[in-house]
């Protein structure tokens, strides 16, 4: 069973071969079809425009807010630190001016305590201008804990000058 179209077309391939349409030839088919409307709808560059707004637009929604919160959440760290840092500091130079009081009395010298004070001093002005530049909350408790251990060791000094005070007064009864 062999299609009578298909049995033409191998009998006369030689000659579909060999001839080549008119260069009018397309003209004419393409008279014959209906007229195409070029709708605004069907542009692929609107469609693309529009895709990139829209892109742009969810990527706005989506970290706007989140600079915003983080704006807000860095301005509430330096606040709160900045009140951490007043209520410590006050406690600070007045242990400080205890400190210097008991020294000048007794005529203690400077020690290792002092100048682990400065060292901490020196490590919170780094921390500080860190806070300035990423405010932080890893930052905030690292400044936190160094005020408080400048307390703890102003505190330590002041333990022991009492106690040198205390020994010097009963050696001297």
């Not at 020690?111 to 201008?129: F, I, R």
């Amino acid at each position: 069973m062999s299609d009578p179209l298909e049995d033409f077309i191998r009998q006369n391939r030689e000659g579909f071969d060999g001839k080549t349409p008119p260069h009018d030839a397309w003209g004419k088919i393409e008279s014959h079809l209906p007229a195409k409307t070029k709708s605004l709808w069907n542009s692929v560059v609107l469609w693309r425009s529009a895709a990139i707004l829209l892109l742009g637009v969810c990527a706005y929604l989506f970290f706007a807010p989140i600079g915003k919160a983080n704006r807000l959440e860095q301005a509430n760290i330096k606040g709160e630190f900045k009140d951490l840092e007043s209520f410590y500091g006050g406690q600070i130079a007045e242990k400080k001016e205890l400190v210097s009081q008991f020294q000048s009395e007794t005529g203690s010298m400077a020690d290792e305590v002092t100048q682990n004070l400065q060292k901490l001093e020196a490590m919170y002005q780094v921390l500080k201008d860190e806070m300035e530049k990423r405010p932080s909350q890893d930052v905030k408790d690292a400044l936190v804990l160094n005020l408080l251990v400048r307390i703890d060791l102003l505190n330590q000094q002041l333990n022991k000058l009492d106690r040198q005070t205390n020994e010097a007064e009963v050696v001297s009864s």
